[in-house]
C-alpha cells in the first residue's frame, strides 16, 4: 500500500490542477472528509477502498505515474547526514 505522504502528494497535485477536495472526493467517490483528513495528517490509517479509489482517480488524470516524491532521503536529512540502518 502506498506511504500516506503519497497519497497526500496525489491529491496536492490533483489540487494544482485547479481542482477542489470535494470534486476529488466526488470523482474518486470518497468522502469529502477523509480526503481533509489525509491532507491534514489526521488520517492514521485510512481504508484500503479510500487509498485505491483516490489512486486510481489520480491515474485517470495523471496516466504517466506517481508524483514526484516530496518526502525522500534527500529533503529528510541535512546535507552530509546518513539516515541509520532501519530506516
Not at 19 to 32: F, P
Not at 62 to 72: A, H, I, K, L, V
Amino acid at each position: 500500500m502506498d506511504d500516506i505522504r503519497d497519497i497526500a502528494a496525489m491529491i496536492a497535485r490533483l489540487e494544482e490542477t485547479g481542482m477542489t477536495r470535494r470534486q476529488i472526493a466526488e470523482g474518486s467517490h470518497v468522502g469529502a472528509s477523509a480526503i481533509t483528513r489525509i491532507m491534514a495528517g489526521e488520517a492514521r490509517n485510512p481504508s484500503f477502498r479510500v487509498i485505491s479509489s483516490i489512486r486510481s482517480f489520480y491515474r485517470q488524470h495523471f496516466p504517466s505515474g506517481d508524483p514526484t516524491r516530496r518526502y525522500d532521503l534527500e529533503q529528510r536529512f541535512a546535507p552530509g547526514c546518513q539516515p541509520r540502518a532501519g530506516r
